[in-house]
């Protein structure tokens, strides 16, 4: 073998060396690379995402909110009782079942609602409206001159709270309502001639009398009744109409409790009645 040729065999062995060493060291850079993206995955897959970070905010505010809900309170069976007769109160009240009839109307519903439980704020309110109804009614009836009617109702309102000052109020409006209109409704002597002074013992009643209410009728005659209880005078009275005549002397008599009252009726168009004091 010449020198030659061994030259050659000797730069073909290194040119194989080189080549093997150069596929293992292509072989092992993708090793590399795969560890390193595994680590990415890794690192990725462990770091928590904003989404799922607001999420848990949003889960733990949605608790929050359902333990400061306030619970519903269940009623008792007492207190459902108590509720429906304020209930029933109500529904009376508006349909001005006051006091009547006995067994279904307001004042018994609130009365029984409060005896169950003392300070219950509906019944007590139900009550004082009860009360404001009749006062109101009763100074409506006083407006008109029924007293008799405005002291009625005045009578209910103290059944439902006789303790009420809002009754005694408008009680002392209606005396005093009252008292203006008999000072100025004072029955006069009649003047049936200017110049001559009337008789003593003779009054004059209005034409309209019988249009005016019972309570008013009763003010314009009082004084004349009681001459006639003081003087035990017999009367005469002067009247258009018979009948109203005649009731007129009924009104007297029956006011007159001591005897009974004469009287001549007397069918005129003068509107008077005379004592017969000679």
């Known amino acids: 073998m010449n020198i030659s040729t061994i030259v050659l ?5 290194i040119l194989a060396g080189c080549q093997q060493t150069v ?3 292509d072989t092992a850079e993708p090793a590399v690379e795969a560890k390193a993206e595994l680590g990415k995955t890794v690192e990725v897959a462990a770091k928590p995402t904003l989404a799922s970070e607001q999420d848990k905010v949003q889960v733990v505010e949605s608790e929050t909110k359902q333990a400061e809900v306030p619970a519903v309170k269940t009623l008792t069976a007492a ?3 108590t509720q429906r007769l304020i209930v029933n109160g109500r529904i009376a009240l508006a349909e001005q079942r006051l006091l009547t009839p006995e067994d279904d109307n307001a004042n018994l519903y609130f009365q029984a609602a409060l005896g169950r439980d003392p300070g219950n704020f509906d ?3 139900g009550i004082s409206e009860i009360v404001e109804q009749y006062t109101q ?8 001159g029924q007293y008799l009617t405005a002291k009625r109702y005045l009578g209910f309102a103290r059944l439902a709270n006789p303790e009420d000052v809002l009754i005694v109020e408008v009680e002392g409006r209606i005396v005093d309502l009252k008292r203006t209109r008999t000072q100025q409704k004072t029955v006069k002597p009649v003047v049936s001639n200017p110049q001559s002074p009337p ?3 003779e009054y004059s009643l209005p034409a309209n009398l019988f249009s005016l209410s019972d309570e008013e009728i009763i003010e314009r005659m009082q004084p004349i009744i009681d001459k006639v209880d003081e003087t035990q005078a017999a009367i005469e009275i002067n009247w258009p109409n018979d009948k109203q005549a005649r009731l007129l002397y009924q ?3 029956s006011r ?8 001549m009726i007397f069918h005129r168009t003068a509107r008077t009645i005379e004592l017969q004091l000679d």
């Open 137 to 144: 009614w009763a100074w409506s009836a006083a407006q008109k």
């Open 123 to 125: 019944a007590i309110q």
């Open 23 to 25: 596929r293992s060291s």
């Open 251 to 253: 009104i007297i008599n």
């Open 256 to 263: 007159v409790t001591e005897f009974r009252v004469r009287a």
């Open 199 to 201: 008789s003593i013992g």
């Open 9 to 13: 065999l000797g730069s073909a062995l």
């Open 79 to 81: 207190e459902k009782i």
